[in-house]
């Protein structure tokens, strides 16, 4: 049977009203081949989040279990350290986007290299940060992690880093973005400096004049 | 634009000619109804009109669109396992 000309433009309205109601989504999306496509990649990244996740907790816990394996080289283990919970960051931060988006209707091929480079990132950002900034913290928690005797490391925050650097990519972004702000200061780039200045004498002249507030 | 739907499907008998059936058409028809049905499970209310005009088409092309849907399961590429042990099986 074939479609009369009647069918087919009345399809083509309910088409049109569809695509009104759907906020941004198209029909392509729900052709037979793209759902397809997209179980296919759902599965595929559902399973790579597992096996990643499952690694980076193994490595933790060989980290944890056998700290003196490290010993001749502890920024070996502050690096593997960080690298795990940067890539546990960011599995959980994927694994929440998904079941926050659960009635999506396709899951693309871009969606499948976002999830790899979140992951891979979320390693990066954590390595760089945890050996930059928080690697005495670090090596503080894995001499007492190699002799567990005295009072605990403080500074979980500073721990928690390499984790959040994972989780989080405005955070890491917000962090470069700082450094780069300071960087450019440090080395006296002209816009910088002027609003330095400015703020320097904003500050002077709220000094110098207290109370006419 | 919704009552023009309604008026262009008098009824199921009209909707359908003598001849080959379009793949284009049916594959337009699945993806509608999988639209329609996204949009209900989010909660959004669609025009009566629309529900049960794509209802209509539905039911009036519901042998071609079953023959369509089997086979494109039949072209659909084999899917590789990453799982060395379900490699070939097709899972």
Redesign the interface.
Known sequence: MAPSPEARAALDDFIVQLAQHGDGLTLEEFRLRSLDQAQRTQRRVRRTLYVAGLTFMLAILLALIFPASFRNTPLLWVGLWAMSLGGLGAIASIFLLILKLVPQPALHKSEELEVFGRIFLGCLFSLVFAITVVSSALMEFYNYILAPVGKAPSGSAQLLLPFLCGYSIPLVLGILGKAIQAVEITLGFEDRRGAVVTRTIRRRGSQSSPGTR | ??A??NM???GIH?????????PT?L??????N???T??L??G?D??PE?MT??NV?MT??Q??VAMY?KM?QQR?PV?ES?WPWRRGNGA
């Not at chain 2, 009209?14 to 379009?22: A, K, N, Q």
């Not at chain 2, 594959?27 to 509608?32: F, G, P």
């Open positions: 634009m919704a023009n739907a262009a499907l008098p009209e909707l359908v000619v003598e001849g080959e059936s379009d058409f594959d337009d028809l699945i993806a509608a999988h639209f329609k996204f949009l499970g989010r959004i669609l025009p629309l005009g794509l088409l009036a092309f042998d071609d849907r494109s659909r899917q990453l």
